[in-house]
């Protein structure tokens, strides 16, 4: 399952869920601003341009935490299967 697959809208497994959940809070204590990117972009559907306008940072910035941030969240939620 890939972070993706967990992240699915149409997800209809709730363990994957919460395992996205409990890795994305466990991501938020390393790297606080990458979380707050995660939200906005996966969740909150904003575009790499809209969530730096929001942080005040680079879309540069945004796009590497955000790379980031998937391969971290993907690692994690792989170790629960």
């Keep these: 399952m890939t972070l993706?697959?967990?992240?699915?809208p149409l997800e209809d497994e709730p363990a994957a869920?919460?395992?996205?959940?409990?890795a994305l809070v466990a991501f938020a204590e390393i790297d606080a601003q990458g979380a707050r990117?995660?939200?906005?972009?996966?969740?909150?559907g904003?575009?790499?341009?809209?969530?730096?306008?929001?942080l005040g940072?680079?879309?540069?910035?945004?796009?590497r935490s955000w790379?980031?941030?998937?391969?971290?969240l993907a690692r994690r939620v792989s170790e629960v299967d």
């Design 17 to 22: 869920v919460v395992a996205l959940d409990e």
């Design 46 to 54: 904003l575009s790499v341009a809209e969530v730096a306008a929001l």
């Design 67 to 72: 790379r980031a941030a998937r391969a971290w």
């Design 37 to 44: 990117i995660v939200e906005l972009r996966w969740f909150g």
């Design 4 to 8: 993706f697959e967990v992240a699915s």
């Design 57 to 63: 940072v680079s879309e540069r910035t945004v796009e």
